[in-house]
């Protein structure tokens, strides 16, 4: 069992920048995809990065391509999403999840992802 805890995340002006850290515990860290979903209120939780096992490959959602960057550190058994010229529409719950399986053509649905943190929540001001 892995368990997922987040932090970093709070209250930033537009153009400003944050970056979330997920740690995890309990399992074995370099086995898993990690990815960071988020969600609005009133809004469906929606994928913004993956990575895969050994951090070679990462995949984005449009709408962050360009001003995030998701990374791992294996020795620290954590992930990290580096957030620049946030936005307000990003404000949201940032979550993390753990996969463990095989990086694959599925890495933006929820469905792939066996472990969830809490969340962190992130508020982008105009």
């Known amino acids: 069992q892995v368990q997922l805890v987040e932090s970093g995340g709070g209250l930033v002006q537009a153009g400003g920048s944050l970056r979330l850290s997920c740690a995890a515990s309990?399992?074995?860290?370099?086995?898993?995809?990690m990815a960071w979903f988020r969600q609005a209120p009133g809004k469906e939780r929606e994928f913004v990065a993956s990575?895969?096992?050994?951090?070679?490959?990462?995949d984005y959602a449009n709408s962050v391509k360009g001003r995030f960057t998701i990374s791992r550190d294996n020795a620290k058994n954590t992930v990290y999403l580096q957030m620049n010229s946030l936005k307000p529409e990003d404000t949201a719950g940032y979550s993390c999840a753990a996969d463990q399986g095989l990086y694959s053509g599925s890495y933006y649905r929820e469905t792939q992802y066996d472990y969830w943190g809490q969340g962190t929540q992130v508020t982008v001001s105009s």
């Open positions: 309990g399992g074995t860290f370099s086995t898993y995809v």
């Open positions: 990575i895969s096992r050994s951090g070679g490959t990462t």
